[in-house]
């Protein structure tokens, strides 16, 4: 994931990001609330928020709210030193997915961070990564797929398909590729799957269907966008 921790406690924040560095997220580190928030905002691709209560500026439960307030949907992980019910109700209050009591065991953190994750890939308001091809846009979070203005609806199998050949806009994806990428692990199907599959993609995007050109004898590719 790519993190933004909000902590002025500099040994704390430079621990938890290498950690979290060497678990193969990608951190930025603010040690004020205004500078936090910023980041926030105007980076870029981050997706969660480890925010520490109290800091020198603006306290995090300020930082919590004013993003909610600016619309922003980014999972919010609160760290707390005091242990009491009014702070984690406030902390949940102001808008935070989830709290962490200081001082807590950083297996604890990984774990919750990996739980804001998969919550977020659910959440049905979020807002995911919009592939488009001509016509053709996918929208990865809300797994809508349209051709124009027109929605059309795909089986989890055709979108996966498609979701594949619009990541490789203009190369050729051979059937044992497309195999892998879109059908689940351990599944038995054969390479005449991915034909019929195909077929039937081709026929729900209708005009557009062409942009999924055949490769004789070798597999299929998404027209160049
Ligand atoms: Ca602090």
Known sequence: MHLLIVEDDPKLGRLLKRLLEE??????LETTGRGGLETALEAPGIEALILDVGLPDISGLEVATKLRE??????????TARDTVGDRVTGLDSGADDYL???????????????LSRRSVVAPTRVGTRLVNGPIALDEGLRRVSVGT???????????????LLRHPGQVMTRDQLLDLAWPYGVAVTLNAVDAYIHYLR????EAGARIETVRGVGYRMAAP
Do not use: N, Q, W
Request: charged fraction near 30%; glycine fraction near 4%; hydrophobic fraction near 40%.
């Open 23 to 28: 678990d193969r997220h990608l951190v930025e």
């Open 203 to 206: 026929d729900k995007l209708g």
């Open 101 to 115: 009591v200081k001082p807590f065991a950083y297996e604890e953190l990984s774990a919750r961070l990996r739980a």
């Open 150 to 164: 027109r929605t059309v609806e795909l089986s989890p199998r055709e979108f996966s398909l498609l979701e594949c």
């Open 70 to 79: 600016s619309g922003s949907s980014l999972a919010i992980l609160m760290l």
